[in-house]
């Protein structure tokens, strides 16, 4: 292929494409550049493996630390298991790629990206999603695209394309927006509660400069000579499709319009359809019937053509009847019911939140600063989370059984989503100082599971006592779309996820919106669409929320009692060297007397930690006493640690020393100090002098009686 470079530029900022140059044995590869970042991507195709019943596609996105000029950290010291921001960003790229390739496309499909270089100012995950679309179709790969990604940012009250980490960390949102030809193929929010209209304002901003990306990719295909590839589906014969049809057409209709099933129920049901009038009789056909032979021919036809029969009529009884499988309107939430407290204290706080059969339980641990996440290895910015969500999904929420494995993508994209949903409204580190830690465990699934999460988290961290500034639900919406035919779901359940054109995600408090995630199953909608989606959910948030704050209206004022304690102090940050002390000695002997924690950072802010308040009392009276600025004059309660001719050392304070000259032991003549003093006695002493070395000069000498009781009484502090 012929070297070509293209540049597209809008608001003052700059896409580079560069093809022909890198990973020439790859189907396709193109190096997309802005700033200093540069991401290398490729995509590659292998032909079908037998069996195959889906589309193959994986896509892996990879960042080297090279590229940001540094060497990993660990005993191997090089890149190893991918950081989640890693993770989060192949699904980024995977979520608006997928369902622009022919649905009976079964090759083997891998995108690989690669960021080679950053800038640590230019995000590369938009650049890897629009170099992906680039890559497949270099690679000459049936794709309904060209497809493009932009990041939109908010400043005051303009909005920016694809911000820098900076813009993003000071603006009100952070907006990814993919499009086709077609229109919105995918989103991906987070904001700080804004109104609706200003993120459907943000989604049309983003598209209008993803279409110039997607004109680029034209022009730039069609400079290399390159047509679009448009394979036609392989034929598909209708004789088993007809005769599911006609067998079990008018049963499973009749199970779709059962409304007081429950997911089991109906799923039982329409199984029994499947294998007592259509494989039952399949089976007792002639061996050479065509149908038979069409069954026979792939061990999973029977399932797939039932599955669509079942898909075309869920859909057709939404669109022409305006009911769904549970007899719901489409406006329509489903019971919601919550729980908190129900889970000992020793859990720092706990919420179950109940959707239908969806059932998440959430609990809250409250820890110090030094258990917030460091964030070492990977290329972007921010180098700890202080607020962790973290989602599971065991199988027995959906009634399997499998073995259960570390978390996967999709565990790792929900915890996501509803961590960004619920930062918005977290309190400031200043005020409220805790490392907070959400789990969030699915113990029951049939839809919406991550926006029943956002909603048992508000519910569990109100019952820990954070100090939320506003609590936060979500609702999922779904699409049926036939031709200009279009209805808008609220709440979708399984079947409506699974058999529907897509699953959008809203969260927010009553003020706007925190978080949105919409996945598409085609090829692309108007914003008009989505607009209408974004304000259905709006009534079903509040109405969940409703029914939140019915069971708690707002943060408990108490932590639980097996929270730690965490006070805060301000020190000079030159001062911090005296409370380590050498090897880390003082700190640990605090430790170890008061039984606190102690996390030190750069700028002089000290946490003191530990469950007995009393405790990290203690502990902070000790670290006061030992940056206190000195003056001429200070009375203190000492003890002497060491002797020699001319003096006494006493330690006055922790990690304080003084020493007291053998003229100022008495106010009469003292022979020897030994006959005054012994390691280990208590003294009442003074600050005599500072000399300009720092040595402390004490006295006992001249101490009125009140500045010793005073003295006394202060060190007398726990």
């Known amino acids: 292929m012929k070297e070509l470079n293209k540049s597209i530029s809008f608001d003052g900022r700059d896409i580079r494409l560069k093809v022909g140059t890198f990973a020439p044995q790859a189907g396709g590869a193109v190096l997309i550049e802005s700033g200093d970042t540069a991401v290398l991507v490729t995509a590659t195709r292998a032909a079908a493996r037998e069996g195959i019943d889906f589309l193959p596609l994986l896509v892996d996105y990879e960042e080297r630390l090279y590229a940001a000029g540094r060497i990993p950290g660990g005993f191997l010291r090089r890149e190893g298991r991918p950081p989640e921001k890693v993770i989060l960003t192949s699904r980024l790229i995977d979520r608006p790629l997928r369902p622009l390739f022919p649905q009976w496309l079964r090759d083997d499909i891998q995108i690989v990206a690669t960021t080679l270089s950053m800038d640590e100012l230019v995000p590369p995950d938009v650049l890897a999603v629009t170099g992906a679309s680039v890559a497949v179709l270099l690679a000459k790969i049936p794709f309904n695209g060209p497809m493009a990604a932009v990041r939109v940012g908010l400043l005051g009250d303009d909005f920016i394309i694809n911000p820098t980490y900076g813009e993003i960390e000071k603006g009100d949102l952070d907006l990814v927006v993919a499009g086709s030809p077609d229109g919105v193929v995918m989103v991906e929010a987070g904001a700080n509660q804004l109104p609706e209209r200003d993120i459907i304002e943000a989604i049309e901003f983003g598209y209008e400069a993803a279409s110039d990306l997607i004109r680029a990719q034209q022009e730039l295909i069609a400079d290399l000579g390159i047509e679009l590839v448009h394979e036609e589906a392989p034929p598909v014969d209708p004789t088993l499709e007809n005769f599911i049809r006609e067998r079990a057409g008018e049963p499973v209709k009749g199970i779709l319009a059962e409304f007081e099933l429950d997911k089991n129920a109906r799923d039982a049901a329409l199984d029994e359809i499947k294998e007592t009038l259509v494989a039952a009789a399949i089976a007792e056909m002639p061996e050479d019937d065509p149908i038979r032979a069409a069954a026979a021919a792939n061990g ?337 309660v000492g003890r002497v640690t060491r002797i020699i001719p001319i003096g006494a050392f006493v330690e006055f304070l922790p990690g304080k020393e003084g020493m007291i000259h053998i003229s100022q032991i008495a106010d009469y003549r003292v022979g020897k100090v030994e006959d005054e003093l012994s390691v280990g006695d208590e003294v009442i002493v003074k600050v005599r002098e500072i000399d300009p070395k720092g040595r402390i000069n004490l006295t006992r000498l001249g101490i009125h009686p009140d500045e010793a009781a005073a003295a006394k009484a202060a060190a007398a502090v726990k």
């Open 300 to 636: 999973k036809a029977v399932d797939n053509v039932f599955k669509d029969v079942t898909k075309k009529l869920m859909r057709r009884q939404i669109l022409e009847d305006g009911v769904r499988v549970d007899g719901r309107r489409l406006d329509e939430v489903r019971p919601v019911s919550c729980l908190v407290s129900l889970l000992p204290k020793r859990v720092h706080g706990s919420g179950l939140f109940n959707r239908g059969q969806t059932q998440v339980l959430s609990a809250v641990t409250l820890g110090t600063p030094g258990d917030a996440q460091e964030l070492a290895d990977d290329l972007h910015p921010e180098d700890e989370k202080r607020y962790l969500h973290h989602y599971n999904f065991p199988p027995f929420s959906v009634g399997e059984t499998k073995p259960l494995r570390a978390p996967g993508r999709r565990e790792i994209g929900h915890g996501a989503l509803a961590e960004r949903a619920i930062v918005p409204v977290l309190p400031p580190q200043e005020e409220f100082p805790y490392v907070i830690r959400v789990v969030s465990e699915v113990l029951s699934s049939n839809g919406s599971t991550s926006m029943g999460s956002v909603c048992g988290s508000t519910l569990a961290l109100m019952d820990a006592g954070v100090p939320i500034s506003k609590p936060v639900s979500g609702a999922a919406m779904g699409l049926i779309k036939e031709g200009d035919e279009v209805r808008i779901l609220t709440d979708i359940q399984g079947i409506e996820d699974f058999l529907g054109d897509m699953d959008f995600k809203v969260a927010g408090t009553d003020t706007g919106v925190t978080a949105l995630q919409m996945d598409m199953k085609i090829t692309g909608l108007p914003v008009e669409i989505i607009a209408k989606a974004v304000h259905q959910a709006k009534p079903a948030r509040a109405h969940i929320l409703e029914k939140m704050l019915g069971t708690i209206s707002k943060p408990r004022a108490e932590l639980s009692p097996f929270a730690p304690r965490l006070l805060t102090i301000k020190i000079d940050p030159d001062m911090i060297g005296t409370i380590i002390g050498p090897g880390g000695k003082t700190i640990k002997g605090i430790t170890e007397e008061t039984g606190a924690k102690i996390d030190i950072e750069d700028d002089g802010t000290v946490t003191i930690s530990a469950i007995d308040a009393e405790k990290a009392k203690r502990a902070r009276t000790i670290i006061q006493n030992m940056t206190r600025k000195l003056s001429a004059g200070d009375v203190y």
